[in-house]
Each structure stands twice: as structure tokens, then as C-alpha cells.
């Protein structure tokens, strides 16, 4: 990594270019710079939402930085649209104005987090969603999709129409993870008779790899439940007026 300083309105920050002319963005020395606090912004800089990686920042003339936070310049500037001006000193309000006006052409003044630009990355987000929710008794689809979505905003600490390119990787591993945890923390005694007779024909199926012939177990077991299922069908038909 090559490293250098860019000026901007008497505002020096240092920047790092790869081998493959790619710009990275080391923030705390930017922070420091602007007068942010550091540590409050490293908290925020972490994944799903961003992917940093550390590199040493070598200056000519100035101390070796070592193993610097950095951001390549998307999520840079993205980190620079979700600052909010109203919780920074006016110092610090003044810099973060020029640059917003270098990168972006004018100054951006926020009264909060600036709402993240449309992208594909809520779409294929809400595919697995939906498509667990297609699993779900009709009855309980909103319910699923709601508890869900709930854990993954509290889980990541954004919505998933929030959702940026960058961080789709992050936030696909996250609601995958959230959707296994949650369908192991229901018990059989908890499923919807539908849903027993759906985990009976996968543990048959799963085994066919290990076991030549059909236990007798898993036979009754399937035949005793697809019986249920048949009698709870026929049953909720009759209950309907």
C-alpha cells in the first residue's frame, strides 16, 4: 500500500492506494483530524455493515501508523453520508461539510443518518425471507416474517430495506444464521402438524446415504403422522362454516 495525504481546505487526511489502484481510507486518523471521537466511530465500523481491513500507514516524515482501520472508498463515503451533523461539535460540522463538498459536490448537511440509496440488496434479502416463510402455515407467514426481521435488526442494527451492495455477503450469513437458530429453537411439540410430517420426511431422506433399508421406527413414525395430518386437514374443513 502506497500512502498519502490529500489537502482540502487546510484539511490534511492520509489515504492508502493498492497495487491495483484501489483507494483505502484510514479512519482514525481522519477522525482524528476532523475532531470525532475514534473510539465512538469504531464501534460503528464493523460488519454486516462494513468490511475494514487493517494496514500499517507509513508517511513520509511522520511516525509509522500501525495496523490502521481502513475502508475502501464506498464505504467511506458512505460512513461520511451517515454522520449527522447535529451530534458533532461546529469544528468538527465545518470539516465533515468540506468533505461532503469535496466528494460529493456540495455540502450534505444531515439532521440525521442519511437514508441508504436503493439497491438490490433488500430484494435478495427478502427472497429468503419469503422463502422461509412459504414453509410457515399460512396462518403464521406474517408472524414468522416479522419475528425474523425483528432479529435481524437487532442482530445488525439496520432494516433489512437499509441493506447496502456491500453489505449483502454479511447480512446473507446473518438471516441464514437467524433462520437456522430459530427453526432449531422449535421443538416438534411446537410445529404445526404440517411441519412434523415435513422434518420425519426429511430425516428419512437425509438418511438414505448411511442406511440401506427403511427402519421400522421411521416407517411408523411417518405413516402415524401423515394419518395426523390427514385427520387434522379433515378436521379444520368441518370446523368451516
Avoid at 471521537?37 to 501508523?65: F, I
Avoid at 430459530?182 to 442406511?211: L, N
Amino acid at each position: 500500500m502506497r500512502a498519502t495525504k490529500i489537502k482540502i481546505q487546510g484539511l490534511s487526511i492520509p489515504s492508502l492506494i493498492s497495487s491495483d489502484n484501489e483507494r483505502y481510507w484510514p479512519i482514525r486518523p481522519i477522525c482524528e483530524a476532523m475532531g470525532l471521537n475514534w473510539h465512538a466511530q469504531a464501534a460503528k465500523l464493523q460488519p454486516p455493515r462494513y468490511s475494514p481491513t487493517e494496514h500499517d500507514v507509513a508517511l513520509p516524515g511522520e511516525p509509522l501508523l500501525k495496523r490502521m482501520l481502513c475502508l475502501p472508498q464506498s464505504e467511506f463515503e458512505f460512513w461520511l453520508k451517515s454522520l449527522s451533523s447535529r451530534k458533532v461539535s461546529p469544528g468538527a460540522r465545518m470539516r465533515l461539510d468540506q468533505l461532503r463538498a469535496h466528494f460529493f459536490g456540495e455540502p450534505t448537511p444531515l439532521a440525521g443518518p442519511t437514508p441508504p440509496t436503493a439497491t438490490a440488496a433488500p430484494a435478495v434479502l427478502k427472497r429468503i425471507l419469503n422463502w422461509r416463510a412459504q414453509q410457515a402455515e399460512p396462518g403464521n407467514r406474517k408472524a414468522v416474517l416479522k419475528e425474523l426481521s425483528d432479529q435481524f435488526s437487532a442482530k445488525n442494527g439496520f432494516e433489512i430495506a437499509e441493506a447496502q451492495e456491500h453489505q449483502l455477503r454479511g447480512a446473507v450469513a446473518s438471516l441464514s444464521t437467524i433462520i437456522y437458530q430459530h427453526d432449531r429453537s422449535k421443538s416438534p411439540s411446537q410445529m404445526p402438524v404440517s411441519q412434523r410430517v415435513d422434518a420425519i420426511i426429511k430425516s428419512i431422506v437425509d438418511a438414505r446415504p448411511q442406511r440401506i433399508h427403511l427402519l421400522d421406527s421411521d416407517f411408523a413414525a411417518l405413516l402415524c403422522s401423515i394419518e395426523l395430518e390427514e385427520h387434522h386437514h379433515s378436521s379444520a374443513q368441518h370446523e368451516q362454516p
